[in-house]
């Protein structure tokens, strides 16, 4: 088991059942991802690239967007938590995840996913 599975298997419920709906949403949307272990979280890679990440802190389970400085569709659902570039989906139970809101944020994330960082 590589440590992004073990990551998401060692998580108490609710938060590893939000986890692995989401995993399997982001790859079937996103063929292309590559899950690695980077910075102590699942996070996801395209052609080396980072793309987004999975993290489960406090009551929440967080869906941050590398490239999120160029995404226009959604916003109004993300949040910046006291960061000043990235921006994640935050989710505190499994049924909060609307995958149609999920699904046209990672087509977007796609489409961008070679800008810059910044804006």
């Known amino acids: 088991m590589n440590p992004s599975e073990a990551y998401i298997l060692n998580q108490s419920e609710p938060f590893r059942g939000m986890l692995l709906h989401l995993q399997s949403v982001i790859e079937m949307t996103i063929f292309e991802v590559d899950?690695?272990?980077?910075?102590r979280i699942p996070f996801y890679y395209i052609e080396g690239k980072p793309f987004c990440y999975l993290n489960q802190s406090k009551d929440y389970v967080d869906v941050g967007f590398w490239n999120a400085a160029h995404l226009t569709k959604n916003v109004e659902y993300m949040t910046i938590a006291g960061r000043k570039?990235?921006?994640?989906?935050?989710?505190k139970s499994l049924e909060e995840i609307n995958d149609k809101i999920l699904i046209e944020i990672l087509q977007e994330a796609f489409l961008v996913r070679n800008k810059k960082f910044y804006k």
Request: aromatic residues 24%; hydrophobic residues 35%.
């Open 35 to 39: 899950l690695k272990y980077k910075y």
């Open 85 to 91: 570039m990235m921006k994640s989906l935050r989710y």
